[in-house]
C-alpha cells in the first residue's frame, strides 16, 4: 500500500492581494495566450510549458492535440504537431528515445518526457488496485510482455486484435493486458499509429535517467502541484489538483512545500495559490485572437472559466442533439485575453462551415472572421460559410452579411 500523506502544518505569510484583471491575464500568460509566443520553443515547447496535452477521439477541424499548439502558436504544419510530440517507432524495431509518452493526467495526456517519475504515485496505486472491470485470464498479461520483448513497438491490433468484436470497450485480452500494463508503467505508449496507441516495454523506451519509481508518493504530488501552479499561473485549490486530477486532500498535504505562494484574488471569494515567478512582473504583450478546443487547459475547469472569464463552457457533443445550445464541437472564441462567443464548425471539403456562431457582443463579428479564417487556411480551406449566427442566444441574422464581408476582407 502506498504510504499515507499527512499535511504539513507551517504558517502562512500574508497572501499577495490580485485583482480580477490580473488574475486572468497572470493566467493567460501562464498558458501562452498572453506575449509573444515562444517560436523557438515550438510544440515541444508548448508541451512542456503546459506539462499535459488531453487527447481526444473528436475530429472536427483537427484533432484536439493538434489544436492546442495551433492556438498558441498559429499555423503550424500538422505535421510539424505530430512529429514534435511522437518519436516515429517502426513495427518490429527499435524505439528512439521519445519526447512525450500518453497517460493518464487530466485525462489521456500526452506529457513530456522528463514528467515519467512524477506519476510513479499513480502507477503504484494501480498496482495496487484489487478490482478491475475486465477479467484477465492466468498468462495473458505475461504473454503480452513476452511479445512486446521480442517483437518491439506494437499497436494492440499487431499483439493479437483489440476488440473481440463487439462494442468498443470489449476489448481482447491483449488490449486488456497491454493497458493494464500501461497504466502499472512496465508498458508505455510513446506514439500513435493510425490514431492507435503503440507500446514498448518502458524500460527499453524510457530514458535511464527516468525511468525509475524512485520518488515517493509526497513528493510526485509535490512536484505535480508545483508544475499545475506555473501552468495555471494562479489557482484555487480546486483549480490546481483538477490540473492532473489528483484529489483535494493530495494538494493539501504538499501545497505548503510546493513553492506556490498564497495570494487573495478579488471576486474569486476561495483562498488561491500562484506561481511566484508569475507575480514578479507584469503580464503585457500582445493577445492571441484564437479558436480554443473545448479541451484545451485554459478552460479545462468550468468553475474557473466561469470565475476568470464570466463564460460558461460546456462540451455538447455527448448531450442529444435537439437539446444542444452551441453544437456538437463549440470551440470558444478567445480575443483580447476575453471569451467573446464560440463556433460549431464543420468542414465540407475545401469549405469550412460554421455550422452555429454565437457571439457574446456584435462588437466580436471581426474577431470571429480572423479566428474563422487562420483556422480555415490552416486546415487546407479555401473557403467559410456561416450558417447561423446568435447573439446572446437570440438569433442575429442581421449579422450574418458583417460577418461575411468581415471573412472576405481579412
Known amino acids: 500500500m502506498a504510504p499515507s500523506i499527512v499535511p504539513t502544518m507551517t504558517t502562512a505569510p500574508p497572501a499577495a492581494e490580485l485583482s480580477a484583471d490580473d488574475a486572468r491575464r497572470i493566467a493567460l500568460r501562464a498558458q501562452g495566450f498572453l506575449g509573444a509566443p515562444d517560436r523557438r520553443g515550438g510544440v515541444r515547447g508548448v508541451l512542456r510549458h503546459l506539462g499535459a496535452v488531453q487527447l481526444d ?51 489521456a495526456c500526452i506529457l513530456p518526457i522528463e514528467e515519467w517519475p512524477h506519476f510513479a504515485f499513480r502507477r ?31 499497436t494492440a491490433t499487431e499483439l493479437g486484435g483489440a476488440k473481440n468484436g463487439g462494442p468498443w470497450w470489449d476489448w481482447s485480452e ?13 508498458v508505455v505508449c510513446t506514439g500513435r499509429r493510425s490514431w492507435k496507441r503503440v507500446y514498448d516495454l518502458a524500460e527499453r523506451a524510457v530514458p535511464d535517467a527516468l ?82 478546443s473545448p479541451f484545451d487547459s485554459l ?34 472564441l478567445l480575443s483580447g485575453g476575453r471569451l467573446l462567443g464560440r463556433v460549431d464548425p464543420a468542414r465540407e471539403g475545401k469549405t469550412l462551415v460554421a455550422k452555429q456562431v454565437s457571439l457574446a457582443t456584435g462588437k466580436a463579428v471581426l474577431p470571429m472572421a480572423q ?10 480551406c479555401s473557403d467559410v460559410r456561416v450558417e447561423r ?20 476582407a481579412v
Open 57 to 107: 477521439t473528436i475530429s472536427v477541424l483537427a484533432r484536439s492535440h493538434e489544436l492546442i499548439p495551433y492556438a498558441r502558436l498559429g499555423a503550424v504544419g500538422r505535421r510539424t504537431v505530430e512529429d514534435a510530440y511522437w518519436t516515429p517507432a517502426p513495427a518490429g524495431g527499435p524505439s528512439p528515445s521519445p519526447h512525450a509518452f500518453e497517460y493518464w493526467s487530466h485525462a
Open 124 to 154: 503504484r496505486a494501480y498496482r495496487a488496485r484489487p478490482h478491475w472491470y475486465h477479467e484477465l485470464a492466468d498468462g495473458a498479461y505475461e504473454a503480452v510482455i513476452k511479445q512486446l520483448r521480442a517483437e518491439g513497438p506494437l
Open 371 to 380: 479566428a474563422l479564417r487562420e483556422a480555415a487556411e490552416w486546415v487546407g
Open 174 to 186: 491483449a488490449k486488456v493486458a497491454v493497458e493494464r500494463a500501461l497504466m502499472f508503467g512496465e
Open 299 to 332: 478552460i479545462w475547469e468550468r468553475a474557473r472559466t466561469e470565475r476568470i472569464f464570466g463564460f460558461t463552457h460546456r462540451l455538447e457533443a455527448y448531450v442529444p442533439k435537439p437539446k444542444r445550445v452551441y453544437g456538437y464541437f463549440a470551440m470558444p
Open 211 to 292: 525511468l525509475h519509481d524512485d520518488l515517493d508518493d509526497r513528493e510526485c504530488l509535490r512536484r505535480l502541484v508545483r508544475l499545475a501552479g506555473q501552468s495555471l499561473g494562479v489557482g484555487t485549490r480546486a483549480d490546481i489538483a483538477d490540473y492532473h486530477r489528483l484529489k483535494g486532500e493530495q494538494f493539501d498535504a504538499v501545497v505548503a512545500d510546493s513553492g506556490l505562494v498564497p495570494v487573495t484574488v478579488e471576486g474569486w471569494g476561495k483562498p488561491a495559490w500562484a506561481d511566484p515567478e508569475a507575480l514578479a512582473s507584469t503580464p503585457r504583450g500582445r493577445h492571441r485572437t484564437t479558436l480554443l
Open 389 to 408: 449566427i446568435r447573439v446572446e442566444q437570440e438569433d442575429a441574422p442581421e449579422l450574418r452579411g458583417p460577418l461575411t464581408d468581415a471573412l472576405t
